[in-house]
């Protein structure tokens, strides 16, 4: 775990995925680093993420896939994310089976793990882990948060005249 201070995570499913053991191991994962995590469970749209946390944005929010669909799921939760005004600027994550593509789709390179990760990043992700997920550079990856206070106190330096 880094040194810096402990973020408020937001563990989720995505809306089609049922799978519940990757995000207990999420959880366990990123407790384990020293941080606090709520758990949503599976099965869980954007537009439920923002409602239960407009009001209190989490330092960062981890979407997971097991079910291969991944991407489009994806692709709406992070639509709904960033349509929040009060969430617009929380980092999100995703990571795990992002597609369901066959040989043929990934010999035309449009669903190729590159171009999915890229269609991801380009919607609002702030990272895209792909399956089999690097767990040193996904720890990496959360210790280069910034915690929510943190992130406002920048913010105040970056608009303060000198």
Known sequence: ?????????????????????????LQLLLEGWGHRVENLGPCVAGRDIVERYAYR?????????????GESDGLRAVAALRASRELAGTPVVIGGKLG????????????????VARRLRE????????????LGAFEEFVGSVVPRHGRAARQALQTTPA
């Open 100 to 115: 369901t593509h066959g040989t043929a789709d990934l010999a035309r390179g449009e669903n190729s793990p590159g171009a």
């Open 57 to 69: 944005a989490p330092d960062l929010i981890v979407l997971s896939s097991v079910n291969g669909h």
């Open 123 to 134: 919607a609002g992700f702030t990272a895209v882990f792909l399956e089999p997920v690097d």
């Open 1 to 25: 775990m880094t040194s810096h201070s402990a973020l408020d995570i937001v563990v989720s499913g995505t809306e089609s995925d049922s799978h519940t053991w990757n995000l207990v191991y």
